[in-house]
């Protein structure tokens, strides 16, 4: 039998409560008087549909509600997240945060598949692997922007680019935050989508920067699955995993590829700071990655690279909106034609009816629904 959509779904539930319990399939079995595995597998693999009195004794021998095999917004056991957080942040505080953002994201992707929305497969890779230089990763970023069409200050279309090109949504969401903790950004890989989240309140440069990293862990997934948790500290550090140090150099070469470095910068100034840094506040990067990046392109001195880092950075940018226009709007269509109650829709997102109101006003949408 050809599993069907929430055949596979219900499956991935069942396989991650299973991992979370330790139990082996054979272990399962015996739960559910099964002969042997091969019943477990094929429920875990979407082949084999669930009676309502599996579904109990699953509820009951896993220590998992009935819901949560059966929400349709869950992402439980298919999705999985890479963070990047603060090294004290606790790990506990991250995976109770998954589980609200895995909420978000399966409640965009239960919209689309509501409204129809066809979500067209990944069709760029990056050509990377661990064993790639730093150069190979700086070449596959320049060639990235021309490819793209991101233009001499790629900061300012990245964001519509990677959305509408490469069909990889991106949220700006209020995530944990803090004078000496915060989650900076993820992603969440799902079989038949990638989401990249970034958190909103930082400073613009380091979510622009941060928006660039998860992109390469995006274009090179499969080859290169990064860490669950990852540092967010800035930038290439000797101490970080492979994966994380091309990230990093992939990022600094896509916001500052060494074209627009070329057209902004004049060479007679190159010792000069003051000069460096309003090339940095133009195409919209910290004054540290500019420095790194001149640094390690050998432009500039180590002297010159200090005094550049330590300077301040630009914060003029107002906060983007909340999530993004291709999340609340659509989310806005289906309370609106009655498909979606916006009590369900306020207690996914994590927020009050109220709140609810807030978020459409943000986008200009009067709220469907009567307080």
């Not at 896993?62 to 090294?87: K, T």
């Not at 506040?281 to 005094?307: G, Y």
Request: aromatic share 8%.
């Amino acid at each position: 039998m050809e599993p069907t959509r929430l055949s596979r779904r219900i499956g991935y539930r069942v396989k991650f409560a299973r991992d979370s319990k330790g139990y082996s399939q054979e272990e399962l079995a015996g739960k559910l008087s099964f002969k042997d595995r091969q019943s477990v597998s094929d429920m875990e693999n979407g082949k084999r549909n669930i009676l309502p009195s599996e579904l109990e004794t699953l509820s009951r021998e896993l220590g998992y509600e009935m819901d949560f095999f059966l929400d349709p917004f869950a992402v439980s056991g298919e999705g999985s997240f890479s963070w990047r957080a603060s090294p004290d942040l606790d790990s506990t505080a991250v995976f109770d945060f998954e589980q609200r953002a895995g909420q978000w994201v399966g409640l965009m992707r239960w919209t689309q598949d509501t409204l129809g929305v066809t979500r067209n497969p990944l069709g760029y890779r990056l050509n990377l692997t661990t064993k790639s230089s730093f150069e190979d990763a700086v070449i596959a970023a320049e060639a990235l922007v021309t490819k793209l069409s991101l233009g001499n200050i790629p900061a300012e279309k990245l964001v519509g680019v990677i959305e509408n090109e490469l069909d990889i949504p991106v949220l700006f969401v209020d995530t944990i935050s803090g004078e000496a903790v915060s989650i900076s950004g993820a992603v969440c890989h799902l079989p038949e989508m990638q989401v990249i989240l970034v958190n909103r309140n930082e400073n613009h440069t380091r979510m622009y920067y941060d928006l660039a990293h998860e992109l390469f862990h995006v274009l090179t997934w499969s080859d290169m699955k990064p860490e669950h948790i990852e540092s967010d500290e800035l930038i290439l550090c000797n101490d970080k995993k492979r994966t994380e140090q091309l990230a990093d150099n992939f990022a600094a070469a896509l916001l500052m590829p060494e074209k627009t470095l070329d057209n902004l910068i004049d060479k007679r100034f190159l010792s000069d700071s003051e000069h460096l840094l309003q090339v940095a506040n133009k195409i919209h990067v910290s004054p540290s990655a500019l420095a790194w990046r001149l640094f390690n392109m050998k432009w500039i001195t180590e002297q010159t690279k200090d005094c550049l880092r330590a300077k301040p950075s630009n914060n003029t940018d107002q906060k983007p909106k909340r999530f993004s226009s291709g999340f609340v709007l659509p989310i806005h269509s289906v309370i609106a034609s009655g498909r979606l109650s916006a009590r369900k829709a306020a207690k996914v997102l994590g927020i009050s009816l109220p709140g609810l109101v807030d978020l459409f006003e943000e986008y200009g949408l009067s709220a469907p629904f009567e307080l």
